[in-house]
């Protein structure tokens, strides 16, 4: 860039949005002397992994994120951030006050069926699996049928899924559920990731170490002021929902948002374990998050714990967005949004990153990798020559 191109901008990019992506971006850009300047309409940097403490337990403010690759170069990443402790996430499901362990293994077998050996569990699925006759699951019910049987399917992911969607599995389309873990051993480890934990200093600390030296403006909503914050930047980094950017010009984009309930008891331990997913339709809240758990239950004070509860809710404009909804028509109407961001005078120097500006549900080192992409074809510091 030449010098007189960087005397039109005080910046050479404007990144909107303090989450994970935003904050990997602002510290690639930064590593390769760019000027940055990073703005969040919330109060607070770190997006939806923002954690803050409560008696002394540092709480998942926007529900639980446990980090976990396979990716070496964003696991080394992320450790020159933070030290991550060995925590496993090995949640607990609640049917009807009966208790079986996730992902579905050996244990969650032996609970419902007492079954001892992974011959007689499969046995056991296979027979459910041909009783139901499903050769063409036309829904999500039908897929999950087809995969793990009716028992499995009516007690563990039924009620479930329906809060999580607010709708009928009969009404979700099978591919929601395109496969389902099945292991046939005693095994309660969520995730087949090489490397999983929690920093323990929280997430809040971690993207506070990447933006370490940037410029931050929170309180500070992009929308309300557009033409003057593009103006400003060689470049806009748009983390935002991209149907927003374009004042919703073809219709709303569809989104599945969360309520949390957080409060505090008089109690050391509440559940004994971080995640209880509450599986009956009955119950209002889909998990109850133990904040304490993450960290072995060494946090704060001895007597006292800290729960969320988590109430999937239909989302609107005054809500924050957190699950896309990815049927068909939303798949085209994102389509459309992004062959608009190609085209349109007003996006020709924004780049729409991340899982708003995506429209899709990205895990944390899912995010980081599509942040490491997007800064090789910027051509700003490639993120193995920092490790």
């Known amino acids: 860039m030449s010098d007189l191109s960087r005397e039109l ?10 989450g994970l992506f ?24 770190a997006g939806n992994i923002y954690t803050r403490e409560i008696e002394g337990i540092s709480v998942h403010e926007y529900g639980a994120h446990i980090f976990h690759t396979s990716n070496d170069t964003v696991w080394k990443f992320v450790n020159r951030f933070a030290s991550f ?12 006050g009966k208790l079986f362990n996730l992902p579905f293994n050996m244990n969650t077998f032996y609970a419902m069926w007492g079954v001892k050996t992974p011959a007689d569990a499969l046995a056991k699925i296979e027979e459910q699996r041909a009783a139901a006759g499903i050769k063409e699951p036309k829904n999500l019910e039908e897929q999950a049928i087809s995969l793990v049987g009716t028992d499995i399917y009516q007690i563990l992911i039924k009620g479930y899924t329906e809060k999580q969607w607010g709708r009928d599995c009969k009404d979700l389309p099978p591919s929601i559920i395109k496969r389902l873990p099945v292991r046939l051993i005693f095994d309660n480890n ?80 509440y559940q004994g374990v971080a995640v209880v997913n509450y599986t009956e339709r009955e119950v209002p809240y889909t998990r109850i998050i133990e904040h304490k758990h993450f960290v072995f239950g060494r946090q704060g004070n001895p007597d006292k714990t800290v729960i969320s509860r988590e109430y ?4 609107d404009a005054t809500k924050e967005p957190y699950y896309p909804v990815n049927d068909e028509k939303n798949a085209k109407l994102y389509a459309e949004y992004a062959k608009l961001a190609e085209t349109h005078p007003d996006a020709a120097n924004v780049i729409f990153g991340g899982r708003l500006g995506a429209y899709r549900y990205y895990d944390m080192d899912k995010v980081i990798e599509a942040a490491f992409d997007l800064a090789r074809r910027e051509g700003l510091a490639d993120p193995d020559s920092l490790l």
């Open 312 to 315: 999937p809710e239909e989302w």
């Open 22 to 45: 935003g904050a990997v971006m602002a510290y690639l850009a930064k590593a390769s002397g760019k000027r940055c300047l990073v703005i969040d309409k919330r109060p607070h940097i």
């Open 85 to 96: 402790n060995n925590f496993v996430n090995s949640p607990v499901a609640n049917y009807r």
């Open 190 to 269: 969520y995730f087949n990731a090489r490397y999983q934990g929690i920093p323990e200093e929280g997430y809040t600390r971690l993207v506070e170490k990447l933006l370490d030296g940037v410029e931050i403006r929170l309180n500070t909503d992009f929308l309300l002021d557009k033409a003057y914050l593009t103006s400003i930047a060689r470049k806009v980094i748009f983390t935002g929902a991209i149907d927003a950017f374009f004042n919703g010009c073809f219709g709303p984009l569809e989104y599945r948002t969360v309520h949390f309930e957080t409060e505090v008891l008089p109690t050391g331990n």
């Open 9 to 18: 901008f005080d910046y050479d990019y404007l990144v909107v949005g303090a």
